[in-house]
């Protein structure tokens, strides 16, 4: 009943109630756009594409109305009103936790009516069922098993967002502590988080992704390509040890002690923040002095550990999976003026100057390039290099040939031609032409009257 | 103890204190120790401990210190070029905080700014003769001061990094300057700061409550990033894109980061002037705010007066 009432008390206030239409709106516009190129047209067609999506793109509002739902008691001061009225710490934290999971499911009822509006709004313009389209559905019991695991996990969330919230005490950190735990299930971090899979493997792990995994049997991400099956059990198991964690760090721990200025007894909550001094017996009017010191120096000692840690490993794992560009061995070779496009470049400054210079240490012992590419580069009258960052990779240079007058084959004339050059990196890290492919005609120029060349 | 006070009426938030003891308006002058409002030196070292023992100053620490240890090893870790030197990796550290600030600090001055609204000692101002708009100047001043503080934390954060670094062996390492920063980087970190303390400011004028000002700041990048990506994907969202309210402030340029989904070509007359139409509207939005409510109670609705 209180966590009914303390969550009734959130949905009155205008933050939560502007989350929720945000999350409505964004629901309303996930069914309306994408989901009905596949036919998801309608009410119920719109909330089969769209639900799924409150765990990723939802996850944040729904942490973070979870987390104002724990967090507003506290700033409030409400829970010392409450436990002045003899409720016990332990059930205040599980009222709150309550409350934040039924703040969770009033989340999820704003996206399932932002989903089907969505959906039915596309029937109404593009025409279809109202409700549903033919391929909507996957069978009654699957759409139920996947409906049920939604409304359990948006609970979840809720709860484990309104512990967070209870922890940090503030409205404005709590905000930020659920959009960070929340926001590495944007899609649009997937292609950031693929680089380095060990990430997307460490954010399963975490206190929302273990809830997205336990839902959806998957520990990978949202965006197409990221699907990872994985069992839901252990996630499951990984999910309730943050949900005892976070309780044992939520519930204070009483210690009786005697105050030192009227010789009552009072209790000690260690779980009371700094400069709180509440008269309010059992509320920490008493408490001993926090070893402000012994605490920040273990910090400040675990902070530099893990720093060192951090700077002894990661950055050369990060290093290995950057794009080809990026890599240190690319700008080693730009730098000595030995990567693929400076040596495609030599190589044709070379056959196009006069006298014709000689390009034998730009290509590789082993390779060779075909007479016809040879013969046709001091013939065009210019030649362009691809920009590096048209390239596909670094093995690959195209080259494109340009012909003031046209060179005919059969009844067609041709303006321009592409040459593919190919290299590789040598041992002493230069890179090296080992093959050639084309010319391959790319422009046809108008064609030629008779007795042209 | 103020909540139960009064919202005090908006004209005479903008009574001058008068030395002699009354206003222009001759209504009586607001009373108290001091005879002029407090200089910002004042306001910002009365205001360091009660924020340094604040959770947000430690969050902020945080964010600030994992911030200052990833640009500590940036340039090897994730640009491809050579480990730089020791005192590099600080400057670096450092200036990845500048450089983040519309991140990491633009909050933390928001919600520093918002306190005396949202604690409800704003009134308490105004008994010492400092309206609503000085009061959120000196604020922000004070705010921006306490920020300074997160730039050494960043460089020790990369300083302990790119030790880490040095210690795997795997390039000699130097104590001094070599691949640090040149000084266009050093003049955009400090540019950025600046900004960010000033729409830090601003946005807590318009939010009142601290909760406000950071859902509006996390509404603000999440928008700005999602419409960001979509441009991928239909080219029609450029304009869109470029009117998002971090847009100017857009670091991915395809010239320089290879993410196909994130980076955006943004001119610079584009960037100035829709940072400047973004900071425009966020002077006006405050500005109405302050002047309808000067000293707005954060959970009650005003009443219309008879």
Known sequence: MIARALARAQIARPTVRAVLAVALVAAAWLAWSPGTRFGLVGAYGGWRYASIRLLDVGLVPLAVTGALAGSGPRERRLDEHLRTLGLSPTHLVGAVAGSGAWVGLAVLAAWAVGAAAGGWLRAVVIGGSGWAGPTASSGAARDLLLDGRLVVAAALVGALGALVGWLVRRDDLAIGAATLLSIGYLPEWSAALGRLPVTIDALAFSPLGAVRVAAFADRGLAAPGYARPAAALPFGAVLAAWGAVLVVAAVPRRTRRRSPRSGVATTATSGAGPGVTSRVPGLGAVRRPAPVTVVRGTALAVAVAGTLAFGAVVPARTAAALPWRWQRSWRDAERAGWSSPQTVDRYLQALRSTPVGDPAELVAPSGAVDPAVVASIPRATTVERQPVESMAGPDHVVVRLDFATPIVSGSTAFSSYLIRFVLARDPDQRWRIVGAEGPVADGAAPAPGPGGS | ?306
């Open chain 2, 1 to 306: 103890m103020l909540p139960s006070s009064p919202p005090i009426a908006p004209d005479a938030a903008r009574v001058a204190p008068d030395p002699a003891g009354a206003s222009r308006s001759g209504r009586p002058a607001p009373v108290g120790p001091w005879p002029t409002a407090p200089p910002p030196g004042v306001v910002g070292r009365a205001l360091l401990p009660g924020v340094a023992h604040s959770r947000r100053w430690w969050a902020g620490v945080v964010a600030a210190w994992v911030v200052g240890a990833l640009a500590g090893v940036a340039p090897a870790a994730f640009a491809g070029y050579p480990p730089p030197g020791l005192a590099a990796s600080a400057l670096l550290g450092a200036l990845g905080v500048a450089g983040l600030a519309p991140l990491v600090v633009v909050p933390l001055v928001a919600v520093i700014v918002c306190d005396d609204d949202h604690e409800q000692v704003a009134a308490a101002w105004h008994a010492v003769g400092v309206g609503p708009a000085r009061r959120l100047a000196l604020r922000t001043g004070a705010a921006a001061l306490i920020s300074l503080g997160l730039l050494p934390v960043g460089a020790l954060a990369g300083l302990v990094a790119a030790i880490g670094l040095a210690t795997t062996g795997a390039d000699p390492w130097s104590p001094g300057w070599s691949g640090g920063p040149g000084p266009a980087a050093l003049g955009l970190g400090a540019g950025l700061l600046v900004l960010a303390w000033v729409i830090g400011g601003l946005v807590a004028a318009a939010a009142v409550t601290p909760s406000r000002a950071v859902l509006v700041l996390v509404s603000s990048w999440l928008v700005t990033g999602a419409v960001a990506s979509l441009v991928h994907f239909s080219a029609g969202l450029v304009v869109a894109f470029r009117l998002m309210p971090w847009a100017p402030l857009w670091p991915f340029d395809p010239g320089s980061s290879d993410s196909a989904q994130f980076a955006a070509s943004i001119p610079p007359g584009t960037r100035i002037v829709v940072g400047l139409l973004w900071l425009g509207v966020l002077s006006v939005v405050a500005g109405c705010r302050r002047r309808s409510t000067p000293y707005p109670i954060p959970g009650e609705r005003r009443r219309r007066r008879p």
